[in-house]
């Protein structure tokens, strides 16, 4: 049971304009949610965090938002460059010691 | 600062061997986590350490074991390898529990079983 989903494999966006992630939690226990970025060849690094008492969180050019009624999350990268061309993870997490991972979207931005 | 470290970084197996892959972290970080990640898939909990002589099973323990005798090090055995453990392994180490701080993660050990 994948408790946390990346329904799009994949996104392809321009140079400047907006890139949106999804995803999407079934458990309602998760309190905590990260996204990490991940280049070929390279580990995971961290890039944004948001706990379940905010609905917003923004670094930057990064920002995530997260509706609870809804269990989905999303993250905004405003403007989109080709240097953020990665793998994307959503990650999530309870009140224990585990992340629960995503399958991951790969971004494409083009110039 | 080296951060993690893992080796080696890429290694064949051939069916019915044994191999550990080596983890060592420079942060003092008391948590320490062993993923791996298959093609097209998201990165999926081994074991995990919450600190020195203390370890515990993640989704997909089977086929593997931990230790962690030092802060430092928390080498993950391979016993047994079957093609099913074809897969790309990251350690990964946080200062506190992972969901609530950003993780830290090697580059990654690339292993084949054939």
């Known amino acids: 049971d994948q408790q946390v989903k990346q329904n799009s494999p994949s996104l392809s966006v321009q140079e400047g304009r907006i890139s949106i992630l999804n995803c999407d939690y079934t458990?309602?226990?998760?309190?905590?949610f990260l996204w990490y970025k991940k280049y070929p060849a390279e580990g995971p690094t961290f890039l944004i965090s948001?706990?379940?008492?905010?609905d917003k969180n923004e670094d930057g050019r990064f920002t995530v938002f997260l509706n609870k009624s809804a269990k989905h999350l999303s993250l905004h990268i405003v403007p989109s460059q080709p240097g953020d061309s990665a793998v994307y993870f959503c990650?999530?997490?309870?009140?224990?010691?585990?992340?629960?991972f995503g399958t991951g979207t790969r971004l494409q931005v083009f110039p | 600062n080296a951060g993690v470290t893992q080796t080696p970084k890429f290694r064949i197996l051939k069916i019915g061997q044994s191999m550990t892959l080596q983890c060592t972290q420079d942060m003092n970080h008391n948590y320490m986590y062993w993923y791996r990640q298959d093609p097209g898939m998201g990165l999926k909990l081994i074991y995990y350490?919450?600190?020195?002589?203390?370890?515990d099973k993640g989704e997909v323990p089977n086929g593997y074991n931990v230790s962690r005798s030092t802060t430092e090090d928390f080498p993950l055995r391979l016993e047994l390898a079957a093609p099913s453990q074809t897969s790309v392994y990251f350690c990964?180490?946080?200062?506190?529990?992972?969901?609530?701080?950003?993780?830290?993660f090697g580059q990654g050990t690339r292993l084949t079983v054939v």
């Open positions: 350490s919450v600190g020195a002589g203390i370890t």
């Open positions: 990650a999530a997490s309870g009140n224990t010691d585990k992340l629960i």
């Open positions: 948001i706990s379940s008492i905010k």
């Open positions: 990964a180490s946080s200062y506190s529990r992972q969901g609530q701080t950003e993780a830290f």
């Open positions: 458990n309602s226990m998760f309190d905590y």
